[in-house]
């Protein structure tokens, strides 16, 4: 099955997220990793299987995977079994004020899996979320690790 990974990152943490996971994916087969600025919707050829992350910035994904996502049109997913993920603060270790508002709105994951199956696709494993020890990282220790036994939790293709 052909798989693309669709990611945004600013201090690239999510970058090593998306790469590890592709790296998974292309043990099953054919595995692209794409960055939001550089994808169009015709890299959607052929694939069956989607991922896409960003970093959590002010507890929603990056203004450019939310433009790429949101311009699919209806439809655009269907067929495609879809994986949604994030990076975030270390939130045990973040002020009382912050962990209320991450309680209240939650991070970047939830949102793609919502825009994901606007568009049509299946998701497949529950959004996930990966962590950073600081805003700019880097990530915790066993964090590529984790990513990868997630993916590799997915029900078998179909």
Same mark, same amino acid.
């Given at each position: 099955?052909? %798989? ?13 997220? $998306? ?25 959607? $050829? ?11 910035? /002010?507890?929603?994904? %990056? ?5 790429? @996502? ?38 970047? +994951?939830?949102?793609? +899996? ?29 964090? @590529?690790?984790?990513?990868? /036994? ?9």
């Amino acid at each position: 099955m052909k %798989t693309l990974v669709l990611y945004d990152s600013v201090f690239g943490n999510t970058e090593k997220v $998306a790469l590890a996971l592709a790296e998974v994916f292309a043990e099953q087969g054919p595995c692209e990793a794409v960055k939001a600025a550089d994808f169009a919707p015709s890299r959607l $050829a052929g694939v069956g299987r989607l991922a896409v992350g960003s970093p959590t910035r /002010a507890f929603r994904p %990056t203004p450019a995977l939310v433009a790429q @996502l949101d311009a699919l049109p209806p439809g655009a997913l269907a067929g495609i079994d879809v994986l949604a993920f994030d990076t975030r603060a270390w939130i045990e270790k973040a002020p009382g004020i912050l962990r209320f508002f991450a309680g209240l709105f939650g991070y970047a +994951a939830d949102p793609i +899996a919502k825009r994901l199956l606007k568009k049509g696709g299946r998701l497949v494993l529950p959004p996930a979320g990966f962590v950073v020890a600081d805003s700019e990282g880097p990530l915790l220790e066993g964090e @590529l690790a984790r990513a990868a /036994a997630w993916v590799h939790s997915a029900p078998a293709s179909r």
